[in-house]
């Protein structure tokens, strides 16, 4: 107790003050040499076990075999994002509860699927990229795509290269182009998402995003939504699927607009 050592100290002659203070020196170093040494039998024993059970350090930093999971909306299916013996992620869906195997619905050699989500009970959407290095992102192979949940009708939605004409056709592709992203489902029961596309100024900055509704099943787009402001940064529907709340960026401050029930 180093209080009660220093009020003894000062009650003693300098030169046994001096031994008294080497003493407790050299105590409190064997006990810091005693805590190392347990410390280091500890680490020991867990290497050992870790050894013992065939762990190697690789197995701590491989991507989990199950990246993701989401349930259907009416709770039937469960989706998920797995990892394959190529260490690349597939889009898998089992039916609840489980009779039968989970069966993959997407997956790519060269490409990892990012995110997904439930348009509705029978259809996903999902997207999908190929990462360089794990960050850079291939434009010419990433795209957002709708799927059944049986893997079947898989139709691309958005090409994140920047332009979709075909070469050497006069027919020009109705895939939307990089500028559009997904933004997130409706959930009102239809094949739609919202999505949005990025505007930009001639310099380049970003100035405001336009919303629209985008058909997962023909690919196109809807009317879009009436009222909003510009510059949203949020955007959430009523359960009709009409836009209730928007977040906006104006003159460098947030606004927040709300669109009572009809």
């Given amino acids: ?119 509705n009970d029978n259809r996903l959407i999902y997207e999908v990229a190929d990462l360089t290095n794990g960050v850079v992102i291939n434009t010419n192979r990433a795209s957002t795509i709708a799927v059944d949940h049986d893997g079947k009708n898989s139709k691309q939605l958005i090409a994140w290269r920047p332009g979709n004409d075909s070469t050497g056709t006069s027919i020009a592709s109705h895939v939307l182009t990089g500028r559009w992203r997904w933004k997130r489902t409706i959930d009102d029961g239809s094949d739609d998402v919202w999505v949005y596309e990025s505007k930009f100024n001639s310099r380049g900055n970003w100035i405001h995003n336009n919303y629209a509704r985008l058909s997962t099943s023909t690919g196109k787009l809807g009317p879009v939504p009436s009222g909003l ?22 003159e460098g401050r947030q606004k927040l607009y709300w669109r009572p029930a009809a």
Avoid at 16 to 29: F, G, N, P, Q
Avoid at 38 to 54: D, F
Avoid at 70 to 89: F, H, I, K, V, Y
Avoid at 244 to 249: F, M, R, S, T, V
Wanted: hydrophobic fraction near 50%; proline fraction near 7%.
């Fill in 1 to 119: 107790n180093i209080p009660r050592l220093a009020h003894k100290l000062g009650k003693m002659p300098a030169f046994i003050k001096r031994e008294k203070v080497i003493l407790s020196i050299r105590t409190i170093a064997r006990a810091a040499a005693r805590f190392v040494v347990i410390m280091a039998a500890g680490l020991g024993a867990c290497v050992t076990c870790v050894n013992a059970a065939g762990l190697t350090p690789q197995d701590f930093a491989r991507k989990p075999e199950i990246d993701a999971v989401l349930l259907s909306p009416s709770g039937n299916r469960l989706a998920m994002l797995m990892t394959g013996s190529d260490g690349r992620n597939r889009l898998v869906v089992m039916n609840l509860p489980r009779q039968q195997p989970a069966r993959v619905v997407a997956g790519y050699r060269t490409s990892d699927i990012l995110r997904f989500g439930w348009v």
């Fill in 229 to 250: 402001p510009d510059h949203i940064t949020f955007l959430r529907d009523a359960p009709d699927g009409t836009p209730a709340i928007a977040i906006a960026l104006s």
